[in-house]
C-alpha cells in the first residue's frame, strides 16, 4: 500500500491533525489512523473526498505519481 505513506506525508505538509482530516472527510480520527498505518485499505469513497479535501488528483494521493497535480476544475 503506497498510499500510507502519501496520506501522512500530505496531511503533514498541510500541517493538519490526523482528527481534522478525519472531520474533513467525514469519519472518526480512528479510521482514518488505520488508512495512514496500512492496517485498513482505503475504500474508494474515502479516496474521492480526500482529493475533494486537499484539491489533489487520486494519482497522488495514491502514490501512482510524485506530479502533485491539482483536480481539474468543472
Request: charged share 30%.
Amino acid at each position: 500500500m503506497y498510499y500510507t505513506k502519501r496520506l501522512k506525508d500530505i496531511r503533514e505538509f498541510y500541517e493538519l491533525t490526523q482528527e481534522q482530516v478525519a472531520k474533513g472527510i467525514g469519519m472518526k480520527q480512528e479510521q482514518y489512523q488505520r488508512y495512514e498505518a496500512g492496517k485498513n485499505e482505503i475504500k474508494a469513497s474515502h479516496v474521492i473526498k480526500l482529493c475533494r479535501f486537499y484539491n489533489l488528483s487520486a494519482d497522488y494521493i495514491l502514490g501512482i505519481t510524485n506530479i502533485k497535480k491539482e483536480m481539474p476544475k468543472k
